[in-house]
């Protein structure tokens, strides 16, 4: 399955690093996410874009910074982070049609080692 | 806010055995989506329920979704080691700036045992 892309695929970075993870659709959605997976805990949505614009902020800590600079890329710019932010971050997309629930299509996600 | 619990969180079966999910939410659903990940893997789409006490198969698989449009269950019959993985339900918010986003319970990891 090659719709959603992320890279990169995995990251080791320190605390005091700035990182920033790519996502790119190829399915021509309107709508595009952010999730974070950690262990034994449920998918935590973070951001959704629509139409480029941000339309939900789940009470994410500033030093996750989204961008969606288009309706086929998105950005998560991190910085200073802790290490319980070390999980697998998802982005997913989907086609947002009015009035619909559309399917969600997941990336392979990016697995994430804060140190 | 709404909330999606899925039980059993864990799941271990013999190969060959039946293996069942549940999902229920505390607010009435119009549909309802369920997804598996792999070990190693991301979630994918399975089906989606619309109908109250729909059911639908796939295979080995059969999804329902309750009459009052809160619970629903995936089964899976004479299970194989292929059907490992996380299995997601996943029901839509209601209103507010949320609207049409998904809320995913937290999931039953299935392992098989050959």
């Known amino acids: 399955e090659t719709g959603v892309t992320q890279t990169p695929r995995h990251l080791v970075m320190g605390m005091t690093n700035k990182k920033s993870l790519k996502c790119e659709q190829h399915?021509?959605?309107?709508?595009m996410y952010w999730y974070k997976q950690s262990a034994k805990k449920p998918l935590e949505l973070m951001f959704v874009?629509?139409?480029?614009?941000?339309?939900e902020n789940n009470s994410v800590p500033s030093r996750f910074s989204p961008e969606c600079p288009n309706s086929s890329h998105l950005f998560l710019h991190l910085h200073t982070l802790q290490p319980e932010d070390s999980a697998l971050y998802l982005c997913?997309?989907?086609?947002?049609?009015?009035?619909?629930?559309?399917?969600?299509?997941f990336g392979p996600g990016t697995r994430l080692t804060v140190l | 806010g709404q909330q999606v619990m899925q039980i059993p969180q864990y799941q271990h079966v013999q190969e060959g055995e039946d293996f069942t999910t549940y999902c229920n939410s505390s607010?009435?659903?119009?549909?309802i989506q369920w997804y598996k990940q792999r070990p190693g893997g991301h979630p994918v789409f399975l089906i989606q329920?619309?109908?109250?006490?729909e059911v639908k198969k796939q295979k080995r698989l059969t999804f329902q979704f309750g009459e009052a449009k809160k619970n629903s269950s995936l089964h899976i019959t004479a299970t194989q080691t292929t059907d490992v993985g996380t299995y997601f339900c996943a029901g839509p918010n209601a209103g507010g700036t949320s609207y049409g986003k998904l809320t995913f319970g937290q999931g039953t990891i299935l392992t098989v045992h050959p």
């Open positions: 997913a997309s989907s086609q947002d049609r009015a009035g619909a629930t559309d399917t969600q299509y």
């Open positions: 399915l021509g959605h309107n709508a």
């Open positions: 607010t009435t659903l119009s549909n």
């Open positions: 874009y629509n139409f480029k614009e941000q339309t």
């Open positions: 329920l619309v109908k109250s006490g």
